[in-house]
Each structure stands twice: as structure tokens, then as C-alpha cells.
């Protein structure tokens, strides 16, 4: 009788070292599962902090070629300005001179176009 006691008390004692073995694990692989999901939102974070800086220090480029190519722009029509105002006066100064010449060559008496 003694050795089936002893033999069910360590069945007994087997099967507490076996549940106690599976909650082990249980408990290590929803650790390792709280774990693994913890690094993945963090990643998830540092993924979004990241993108966030690219896309602030892509549109602050942006914006400063924006200024930088209007400002390049503003310069050129200042001076395609400055170039028709230097042709335009040139021409004017023709002009002038052209009929300062014929109004200087011509009759001092204005003459009637009257038919008569």
C-alpha cells in the first residue's frame, strides 16, 4: 500500500511540476508577446516622428526655393524692364531727333491742304 501512495503522490507531484512549468511558459510568452508589441509601437512612433521631420524639413526647402525662385524672377523682370526702358528711350530719342530734323527742314508758313 505504501508504494502506491508514494507512487500517486509523485504523480501528483509530477503533474504541479508540469502545470507549473506550462503557466511558466504562459506566462513568459504573453511577457515576450507584450514585449513584442511594445517595440512595435514604439517603432511605429520613431516611423511617424521620423516622417514628420522629413515632411517639415521638405517643405521648409520647399518654401525657401519658392522665395529663392521668386526672388530670381523679380530680378529678371526688373532688368528685362531696365533693358525696354533703355531701347525705349533710345527709340524716343530717334524719333525725336527724326522730326526735329524734318520739322527744322520744313517751311516755316504752314501749308493749306484746302483745294480750291
Given at each position: 500500500?505504501?508504494?502506491?501512495?508514494?507512487?500517486?503522490?509523485?504523480?501528483?507531484?509530477?503533474?504541479?511540476?508540469?502545470?507549473?512549468?506550462?503557466?511558466?511558459?504562459?506566462?513568459?510568452?504573453?511577457?515576450?508577446?507584450?514585449?513584442?508589441?511594445?517595440?512595435?509601437?514604439?517603432?511605429?512612433?520613431?516611423?511617424?516622428?521620423?516622417?514628420?521631420?522629413?515632411?517639415?524639413?521638405?517643405?521648409?526647402?520647399?518654401?525657401?526655393e519658392a522665395e529663392n525662385?521668386?526672388?530670381?524672377?523679380?530680378?529678371?523682370?526688373?532688368?528685362?524692364?531696365?533693358?525696354?526702358?533703355?531701347?525705349?528711350?533710345?527709340?524716343?530719342?530717334?524719333?525725336?531727333?527724326?522730326?526735329?530734323?524734318?520739322?527744322?527742314?520744313?517751311?516755316?508758313?504752314?501749308?493749306?491742304?484746302?483745294?480750291?
Amino acid at each position: 500500500m505504501e508504494l502506491i501512495k508514494r507512487i500517486k503522490q509523485t504523480e501528483e507531484q509530477s503533474q504541479q511540476i508540469v502545470e507549473q512549468a506550462k503557466a511558466e511558459a504562459a506566462r513568459q510568452a504573453e511577457e515576450a508577446r507584450q514585449r513584442r508589441r511594445q517595440l512595435l509601437e514604439e517603432a511605429q512612433l520613431q516611423r511617424k516622428k521620423a516622417t514628420a521631420e522629413t515632411v517639415a524639413q521638405a517643405e521648409a526647402q520647399a518654401k525657401q526655393e519658392a522665395e529663392n525662385l521668386k526672388a530670381k524672377a523679380q530680378g529678371q523682370r526688373q532688368e528685362l524692364h531696365n533693358k525696354a526702358d533703355s531701347k525705349m528711350a533710345k527709340a524716343v530719342a530717334k524719333v525725336m531727333s527724326y522730326l526735329g530734323v524734318h520739322f527744322a527742314e520744313a517751311p516755316q508758313n504752314p501749308v493749306s491742304c484746302s483745294r480750291g
